[in-house]
């Protein structure tokens, strides 16, 4: 009944009624008039799918006690990332925890020093004027950063 009463109200919602009365026009729901025309309503939404930042799917038991031996398995560093703040990361060219190489690479661009072992790392340079400023260090754990860090030459 309820996914009835849902269908219902939103094919209501989809029609918007144009009416011109004693000069004024008005716009309802619901034919206003006898001159009432139906009108169409573009579609505003932005563009882009909520599933292009989703991490790799995860083990049942991630973040769980393993059976077997009881200990603790730790949780996947990949998190998921909303598209807006995504969008927001990479145009301030910000890396967060959860991110993917894929997002590193179009917020820093691809780094000019890897390092694998024992963990991967890229580190990212900054200059001004000619000189080294700053290091960037991007640690990944299961292909998404685990952390950051800013550091000083």
């Known amino acids: 009944m309820t996914i009835l009463l849902m269908a219902f109200s939103g094919s209501a919602l989809a029609e918007v009624y144009r009416c011109e009365s004693n000069g004024s026009v008005t716009f309802s729901d619901q034919p206003c008039g006898t001159d009432a025309r139906a009108i169409e309503i573009q579609d505003n939404r932005i563009g882009g799918s909520f599933n292009q930042n989703l991490p ?19 949780a996947s560093t990949c998190r998921f990332i909303n598209s807006t703040d995504l969008r927001r990361y ?9 991110m993917t190489r894929e997002h590193v690479r ?35 754990r299961d292909g998404c950063v685990e952390r950051v860090e800013y550091r000083k030459p």
């Open 106 to 140: 179009r917020a820093f661009g691809n780094p000019p020093e890897v390092h694998t072992n024992p963990r991967e790392v890229w580190i990212y340079q900054t200059r001004y004027y000619g000189a080294l400023y700053e290091l960037t260090y991007v640690y990944f």
């Open 90 to 98: 990479l145009v301030r060219e910000q890396v967060v925890r959860g």
């Open 56 to 74: 790799e799917p995860a083990s049942k038991d991630s973040g769980r006690e393993d059976r077997k031996t009881k200990e603790p398995v730790e």
